[in-house]
């Protein structure tokens, strides 16, 4: 008799059928480059994460980013711009989301169209077993840190920010719209307004199956190696016990997943459900009073819809100002006309563009 499971699923949703591409890289349209349009410069370097450090999976400290610089950066040489650091989703980086996003395009049409220049910062945060959550995690190591205060001080550091909260957005699709909220709650004193695509993983999820083979199949996970040859699925649920339940005591991945020798762990599954957002929001509602604006949106045939609407609710029933639009399409629809004609528009309506006050 096939035996069956029962076991959490807060990744359910982004996760299961037609909701997101089970390969590493989706294949989108983009949108013709604008007459005109002036060329920005796209800059690859490695920033040191102190915040990864030590990390039990063997995590690289030194981050792969993408600077875009405005076309006016390299020529206006006493000009300072506002910052808009930009997070991708899981099973992809930085340079796969660049392609989705069409980086080149959209964003030299962006300001072709009219949307004042600015500085975009696109961080790697994909791990051995796919992705990082954004997570606080002796084991992945502290992305979530990583993005909010280190990056910052290394590119206005290095580049000519207008340096202050009110002049830096966060935005981000899919495991990026979750870290844009989890982040964007908690450090709301290094941001001035955030967008989040298609989030992810906003709610804590009621169980799902999950039958013996799979089950099997990630206790005889050993080493990275053996997480590589896992379906989709199963890396992610990898990659959520390495974000949320971390465990430096239990080598070879020092992670612990909701399922022990056949049966459901409720203080793991309470873990995973305290790192969801819709759990966590009314902490922070003071703090979310303090952004510019704030932006959700979601296709209406993605399964993360209800999620995405349950966060726009909580927003407008604390009275924290937030736009939402549910539009035609599904988890990866014209993200890059998106990005486009509507987040960076969005950055160019609500971001401080001051250099002196």
């Known amino acids: ?78 000009r300072r711009y506002p910052v808009v650091y930009a997070l991708h989703g899981y099973s992809i980086g930085a340079e ?14 962006a300001f072709a169209k009219g949307a004042k220049e600015m500085i975009l910062v696109l961080p790697d945060s994909k791990t051995v077993h796919n992705g990082s959550m954004y997570a606080r995690s002796v084991t992945t190591g502290d992305f979530e840190t990583f993005i909010a205060r280190d990056l910052i001080a290394y590119v206005d550091g290095h580049y000519r920010t207008i340096a202050r909260r009110e002049s830096r957005g966060l935005v981000g699709h899919s495991m990026g719209g979750y870290g844009t909220s989890r982040i964007g709650m908690k450090h709301a004193d290094m941001f001035g307004a955030l967008y989040m695509m298609s989030p992810c993983c906003l709610s804590a999820r009621d169980a799902g199956p999950m039958d013996a083979a799979s089950i099997a199949a990630l206790d005889a996970v050993r080493t990275p190696a053996d997480a590589a040859r896992l379906p989709f699925i199963l890396r992610a649920q990898l990659a959520t016990a390495a974000a949320w339940s971390p465990n430096p005591k239990n080598p070879p991945l020092y992670l612990d ?59 407008d029933r604390n009275g924290v100002g937030n736009s939402f639009e549910i539009y035609q399409g599904d988890h990866t629809s014209r993200v890059a006309w998106r990005f486009q004609d509507q987040v960076l528009p969005f950055f160019d309506r609500h971001l401080d563009f001051a250099t002196a006050r």
């Open 1 to 78: 008799m096939k035996r069956t499971m029962r076991v959490t699923a807060v990744l359910t949703a982004i996760f299961a059928a037609g909701t997101m591409p089970v390969s590493a890289q989706m294949a989108t349209d983009g949108p013709v480059a604008v007459a005109g349009a002036k060329a920005v410069t796209i800059e690859r370097i490695k920033v040191h994460a102190p915040t990864i450090e030590g990390n039990l999976e063997g995590e690289a400290t030194d981050r792969d980013v993408l600077v875009v610089l405005p076309p006016s950066y390299g020529k206006d040489r006493g």
């Open 96 to 109: 796969q989301w660049s392609r989705e996003i069409h980086l080149l395009a959209t964003t030299q049409n």
């Open 257 to 315: 997943l909701p399922v022990r020798d056949g049966k459901a762990r409720p203080d793991i599954l309470a873990k995973w459900a305290a790192n969801a957002p819709l759990a966590f929001v009314d902490q922070y509602i003071g703090d979310l009073r303090r952004y510019a604006a704030i932006a959700i949106d979601v296709g209406d045939r993605d399964g993360l819809k209800a999620d995405a609407q349950s966060l726009h609710d909580v927003l």
